[in-house]
């Protein structure tokens, strides 16, 4: 986050890193003092990554699960547990299991089954012509 703020403001050379790698060993000296802040000071700042974050969003596929699930999923755990690190981590986990179900599920039907999308419905299609739920025994 800190390397994106500092390009958009316009720093492109060396010097905003070494202005932040110096700004981050004064904060280690002064760490001892700002854990007397508490933390419900913090949330103004939640807020804010939260709201670049709800910026980007405009740039997903909404017909795609797997990039939806895990980014709700990031941008409400995000406030809900205080925490940046723990909502990351929701929507990467996410966004794992998701992809490991589709992989599980197009092994298992050998990629018989295609994800067809209409403007508002989704249809699971077969490559055959064949009903999907064929039993004549």
């Known amino acids: 986050i800190e390397s994106m703020s500092g390009i958009l403001s316009g720093g492109r050379t060396g ?13 280690l000296i002064i760490s001892p003092l700002i854990k007397f802040i508490p933390a419900s000071i913090s949330a103004p700042i939640l807020l804010m990554v939260g709201a670049h974050m709800i910026k ?7 017909h795609k699960i797997e990039d939806i699930v895990p980014t709700f999923l990031t941008i409400c755990l995000i406030p ?15 966004f794992i299991i998701i992809k490991l179900f ?10 018989k089954y295609k994800v067809q999308q209409n403007d ?7 490559d055959t012509d064949s009903e999907i739920f064929d039993l004549d025994l």
Do not use: W
């Open 15 to 27: 010097l905003t890193s070494i202005v932040t790698g110096t700004l981050f060993i004064i904060s």
């Open 56 to 62: 980007e969003f405009k740039s997903l596929d909404i």
């Open 80 to 94: 809900f547990t205080i925490s940046i690190p723990n909502g990351i981590i929701y929507g990467i986990l996410s």
């Open 102 to 111: 589709t992989l599980i599920i197009n092994y298992i039907t050998c990629n």
């Open 120 to 126: 508002d419905m989704i249809l699971l299609n077969s």
